[in-house]
C-alpha cells in the first residue's frame, strides 16, 4: 500500500488555469472605514460567480505580498483625512478596479496564490506547504536513507506542488530535487495504470528526457524525485537568473532576459523535437512544454514533468490554447507549446499573446519561417505542422544530434491501451472547454455590436421609416373604408319608405346617367282623415325617388297647412 494513500486531502476537481474576472459591483460605509463588494467569476459562466467584500487595507497587503514581482502595481495611494466622503470612494473604487484588471490579466501573478486567496478564500485557504510537509515526512519514516536539505519555496508557479531540496544519506555530495503535487481534474488514469505508468517512467533512460528516480502515487497525490540542475531550467538561463530565487521574482520582470545565438536555437530546438518525438511515437501524451520544464546538461536540452499529463495537471498554456478550436489533440498541443518556447529562445521573453503577424526584427529568418507556421493567424484557423514535420523544416533538418541510433519507449499493450483512452478523454474535455468559449465569443460580438453606437443609429433610422411606413398604411386603411361607405349609399340622404334602396354604385367604371327631368308638382295635400297619399311611382327608379322628394320639399307651402285648434288647461281652477 502507497504512503500516500491515508491521509488524503481529497480529490482535486478545481482547475487552477481557469482565469478568474473581478468587478467591484459596490461599496459601503461602515463606521470608520469602507469595504468594497466584489464579484468574482471564474471562467465564462456566468452561473460559477460569487461576492468577496474586502477593505482597502486588504488590497495593500496583497500589493505588499506582489512587490516582489519588481513591476509597479496601479493601487491608489492612501489617503488618512476625507477618505469617507462620497467623491473620494467613487474615485477610489475605480482605481482599485484598474488594480484588480491589471493582475488578474498578467499570466503569472493572476496564477499566484496570493491572488488566488485574495480572490476566492474558499477554495484556496489550505496550507499547502504544511500538507506537503506531512506528506513527506511520512515518506521518510518509510524510506530513511533520505534527508531534507531545505524546501525550495515558491519556486514554481503551481500552487498545489511544492519543492524540496534532499539528499540521499549513500551519496551526500548528490543533490536531488523532490516534488510533492496533488493529481489534477485531466487524471483520467485508474490508480493501477497510473501506477504503471510512473513505473514506465522510472525506467526510462534517453537522451532528451530528464531521469525520472523515484515515485510514488496515492488517491489524490503524488511524489517524486529527480536529479537537482544547479544551473536551473532553460528559462533561468534566458533570463540569466538564480534557479533557487522564487518564480515570481525571477520571471515577473527579468533585467537581463536575451535570446539565445542561432546556432543555440537550431541546436536545443531539434533536441526538443527528438524529446517529443519520443513520446509520440511511444503513445505518450506531455503538454506540458515550456522553458521551466526544459533543462539544459552537457549542452542537451531534456524535457521534465514529463508524467504531469499522466497525473492531470492542466497545462500552464491551457488559457492560451482553449482559445483556438484547431488545437484539439494532445500532439498540436505540443506543437503550439513549442511555437511559444522558440519565440522566447529568439526574443528572449514569451509572447505576449497569441495568434501573431508580426515578429519583432531579428537576423534569423528561417527562424521566423517557423514560427509563423506555428503561431500566425492562418496557422490557428488551418492547422499547424506536426513534431516530424518541424523536424524536416530547413532550420532543424540540418542540426547534427550526438545521440543518431534510434529511440523508443516500450509501452506494454495494456498501459498502451489505457493511455490512449485517457488521451481521448483529455481531448473530450478540451473540445467542450472550446466549444463553451466559442460559444461565449458569439454572444459577447453579438451584445457588443447590438450596443454599438453605428447599430443604435441603424436601429432608430429603422424604427423611423417602420413608423412612417405603418402612418402611411393606416391612411390608406381609412381612405377604402371611406370610400366603401359612400358607395355602399350609408351616408346618402333618407328617402321615403317607398323608395326603392339605390344600387351601389362601388367599382363602377363610368360616370352615372344624368337624372331624369323633374315630374310636375304634387296635388294639394288632402285632410288628415281621408286616405293616404298615393304612394310615388317607383318606375323611375332610384333618380325619379330624389326627384320627386326634392320637388315635394320645394313646392311645400305652408299656408295649405290646417290650424289646428288647442285647448288650454294651464289656468287654474277656481
Known amino acids: 500500500m502507497s504512503f500516500l494513500e491515508k491521509p488524503s486531502p481529497g480529490r482535486l476537481l478545481l482547475d487552477d488555469t481557469v482565469p478568474l474576472t473581478a468587478v467591484i459591483e459596490a461599496s459601503q460605509n461602515l463606521q470608520s472605514h469602507t469595504?468594497?463588494?466584489?464579484?468574482?467569476?471564474?471562467?465564462?459562466?456566468?452561473?460559477?460567480?460569487?461576492?468577496?467584500?474586502?477593505?482597502?487595507?486588504?488590497?495593500?497587503?496583497?500589493?505588499?505580498?506582489?512587490?516582489?514581482?519588481?513591476?509597479?502595481l496601479p493601487l491608489p495611494p492612501k489617503k488618512l483625512i476625507g477618505n469617507m466622503d462620497r467623491e473620494f470612494i467613487a474615485e477610489r473604487q475605480r482605481g482599485l478596479q484598474t488594480y484588480l484588471d491589471s493582475i488578474t490579466q498578467h499570466p503569472l501573478l493572476s496564477s499566484s496564490l496570493y491572488v488566488k486567496k485574495f480572490l476566492d478564500p474558499n477554495n484556496y485557504s489550505a496550507n499547502y506547504t504544511?500538507?506537503?510537509?506531512?506528506?513527506?515526512?511520512?515518506?521518510?519514516?518509510?524510506?530513511?536513507?533520505?534527508?531534507?536539505?531545505?524546501?525550495?519555496?515558491?519556486?514554481?508557479?503551481?500552487?498545489?506542488?511544492?519543492?524540496?531540496?534532499?539528499?540521499?544519506?549513500?551519496?551526500?555530495?548528490?543533490?536531488?530535487?523532490l516534488s510533492w503535487v496533488d493529481l489534477?481534474?485531466?487524471?483520467?488514469?485508474?490508480?493501477?495504470?497510473?501506477?504503471?505508468?510512473?513505473?514506465?517512467?522510472?525506467?526510462?533512460?534517453?537522451?532528451?528526457?530528464?531521469?525520472?528516480?523515484?515515485?510514488?502515487?496515492?488517491?489524490?497525490?503524488?511524489l517524486l524525485i529527480r536529479p537537482f540542475s544547479e544551473k536551473g531550467s532553460l528559462r533561468d538561463h534566458i533570463c540569466k537568473v538564480k534557479p533557487r530565487e522564487s518564480y515570481l521574482k525571477k520571471y515577473c520582470n527579468p533585467k537581463k532576459s536575451q535570446g539565445l545565438e542561432l546556432q543555440q536555437i537550431k541546436q536545443y530546438g531539434r533536441q526538443i523535437l527528438?524529446?517529443?518525438?519520443?513520446?509520440?511515437?511511444?503513445g505518450v501524451f506531455f503538454g506540458h512544454l515550456h522553458a521551466s520544464n526544459v533543462i539544459v546538461d552537457d549542452g542537451v536540452c531534456r524535457l521534465m514533468d514529463v508524467e504531469n499529463g499522466m497525473l492531470g495537471v492542466p497545462s500552464a498554456l491551457r488559457p492560451a490554447f482553449t482559445q483556438l478550436r484547431k488545437i484539439n489533440s494532445t500532439e498540436s498541443v505540443d506543437v503550439f507549446c513549442f511555437g511559444h518556447l522558440l519565440y522566447e529562445m529568439t526574443y528572449g521573453r514569451p509572447p505576449d499573446s497569441v495568434p501573431i503577424d508580426q515578429y519583432p526584427a531579428v537576423p534569423y529568418t528561417s527562424v521566423v519561417s517557423v514560427l509563423q507556421s506555428i503561431l500566425s493567424t492562418e496557422a490557428c484557423k488551418s492547422g499547424m505542422p506536426t513534431v516530424s514535420e518541424l523536424i524536416q523544416t530547413p532550420l532543424f533538418s540540418d542540426v547534427h544530434l550526438q545521440h543518431s541510433e534510434k529511440l523508443q519507449i516500450k509501452v506494454p499493450s495494456r498501459l498502451k491501451e489505457a493511455l490512449k483512452t485517457a488521451k481521448?478523454?483529455?481531448?473530450?474535455?478540451?473540445?467542450?472547454?472550446?466549444?463553451?468559449?466559442?460559444?461565449?465569443?458569439?454572444?459577447?460580438?453579438?451584445?457588443s455590436?447590438?450596443?454599438?453606437?453605428?447599430?443604435?443609429?441603424?436601429?432608430?433610422?429603422?424604427?423611423?421609416?417602420?413608423?412612417?411606413?405603418?402612418?402611411?398604411?393606416?391612411?390608406?386603411?381609412?381612405?377604402?373604408?371611406?370610400?366603401?361607405?359612400?358607395?355602399?349609399?350609408?351616408?346618402?340622404?333618407?328617402?321615403?319608405?317607398?323608395s326603392p334602396t339605390p344600387p351601389s354604385t362601388t367599382g363602377a367604371q363610368t360616370a352615372l346617367p344624368p337624372p331624369p327631368p323633374p315630374p310636375p308638382p304634387p296635388p294639394p295635400m288632402l285632410n288628415s282623415s281621408s286616405c293616404p297619399p298615393p304612394p310615388l311611382s317607383s318606375s323611375d327608379g332610384a333618380g325619379g325617388g330624389r326627384s320627386a322628394l326634392l320637388s315635394s320639399i320645394q313646392g311645400f307651402s305652408k299656408g295649405k297647412l290646417k290650424k289646428a285648434v288647442t285647448t288650454d288647461r294651464s289656468k287654474p281652477i277656481i
Open 449 to 498: 455590436h447590438h450596443g454599438s453606437e453605428e447599430e443604435k443609429k441603424r436601429r432608430k433610422i429603422l424604427a423611423r421609416k417602420k413608423s412612417r411606413q405603418s402612418a402611411y398604411e393606416n391612411e390608406e386603411d381609412v381612405s377604402v373604408r371611406n370610400n366603401n361607405n359612400s358607395g355602399s349609399g350609408a351616408s346618402s340622404p333618407p328617402t321615403c319608405p317607398s
Open 274 to 282: 527528438e524529446g517529443l518525438k519520443l513520446l509520440h511515437d511511444g
Open 424 to 447: 481521448e478523454s483529455l481531448e473530450r474535455r478540451l473540445h467542450e472547454e472550446q466549444r463553451v468559449l466559442h460559444q461565449h465569443r458569439r454572444l459577447t460580438r453579438a451584445q
Open 184 to 222: 489534477g481534474p485531466d487524471k483520467f488514469l485508474s490508480d493501477k495504470d497510473l501506477q504503471s505508468a510512473m513505473k514506465l517512467l522510472t525506467s526510462l533512460s534517453t537522451p532528451y528526457l530528464c531521469p525520472l528516480l523515484f515515485s510514488s502515487t496515492g488517491e489524490s497525490s503524488a
Open 35 to 72: 469595504e468594497y463588494i466584489i464579484r468574482v467569476q471564474r471562467g465564462v459562466s456566468s452561473e460559477n460567480s460569487w461576492q468577496v467584500i474586502r477593505r482597502y487595507s486588504d488590497f495593500d497587503v496583497l500589493n505588499s505580498s506582489l512587490m516582489v514581482c519588481g513591476i509597479t
Open 130 to 177: 504544511e500538507i506537503a510537509l506531512q506528506q513527506v515526512s511520512m515518506f521518510f519514516r518509510s524510506d530513511p536513507k533520505w534527508e531534507v536539505l531545505e524546501p525550495l519555496k515558491d519556486m514554481g508557479w503551481r500552487i498545489r506542488k511544492k519543492y524540496f531540496l534532499i539528499k540521499n544519506k549513500e551519496l551526500p555530495k548528490e543533490r536531488y530535487l
